[in-house]
């Protein structure tokens, strides 16, 4: 919002507002000099840069309060399935390959984030693909197809983009693969893991009850996955080895990727 409220500001009076689809549309100029991308940008003036920095800026009100509701819509369920710093790389992988794709088709001047967008629904295609959740894919499928077939009915939007994004999602998808913990998150699981069981070793609670804290702690999806300790061991780490045999022993703890004593 502050890149498009700033490229109106250096459009001066030079603003569209002959209909709807131009209304508040920043000038070339003004968005050449903030860091549009597209082939006189890269090619000619060598601003390789751009192809990143393109995607903050919009070319009018309608464009990015349309890019801004679909990323809304998008990037929560990208967040939950992937880890919100890996929807992070989605997104910018799926910018970046969307804006090499315009260049290269010879587009002249393009800004938005919509690459990026379709970086997100390339990478829940991917999602579906890997998990088997058809409903997931389809529904990005869908998604993908009606806003394709949009932009060929209307001028202006960039179509490249939209498909070189996509593919750029779909291959981060690939490379990230959503079925793989993202360590920031098993970091903070396993901290909070920390917090829980060394909380219970200082009010020396009954084992039977350490056991029933951790079950709460993973009933609300939090687990330590390929941790090579285990839950055990961080019981161990904190009271003892014989306490840790009577909490996993009391609990059900012993499922894949958490593991009990030696």
């Not at 893991?193 to 056991?211: D, S, T, W």
């Not at 709460?216 to 306490?243: D, I, N």
């Amino acid at each position: 919002g502050i890149a498009f409220l700033l490229s109106l500001y250096l459009s001066g009076g030079a603003v569209g507002g002959g209909g709807l689809f131009s209304l508040l549309a920043p000038n070339n100029y003004a968005l050449a000099r903030m860091g549009a991308s597209g082939a006189v940008p890269v090619w000619l003036m060598g601003r390789w840069w751009t192809l990143l920095s393109a995607v903050w800026l919009h070319g009018s009100l309608l464009h990015i309060a349309f890019n801004m509701y679909f990323i809304r819509m998008i990037a929560p369920p990208v967040g939950e399935l992937y880890g919100p710093g890996r929807m992070v790389i989605i997104y910018t992988i799926g910018g970046i390959l969307g804006f090499v794709a315009s260049t290269v088709m010879g587009n002249s001047l393009t800004v938005g984030a919509s690459g990026a967008m379709f970086g997100l629904l390339g990478a829940l295609v991917y999602y579906g693909r890997r998990t088997g959740s058809s409903h997931i894919s389809s529904q990005a499928w869908s998604i993908a197809i009606t806003n394709v077939v949009f932009g060929f009915l209307m001028a202006g939007v960039d179509n490249s983009a939209h498909i070189g994004g996509f593919i750029g999602g779909f291959l981060a998808g690939l490379v990230l693969d959503p079925l793989k913990p993202e360590r920031i998150v098993r970091d903070l699981e396993r901290a909070e893991l920390h917090e829980v069981i060394a909380a219970a070793a200082r009010a020396q609670l009954r084992p039977g009850l350490v056991a029933q804290l951790l079950e709460g702690v993973q009933a609300r999806g939090l687990h330590v996955v390929g941790e090579p300790e285990g839950v055990a061991a961080l019981v161990r780490h904190h009271v003892g080895h014989e306490f840790a045999h009577e909490v996993v022993g009391q609990g059900q703890l012993l499922r894949p990727g958490i593991q009990g004593p030696d």
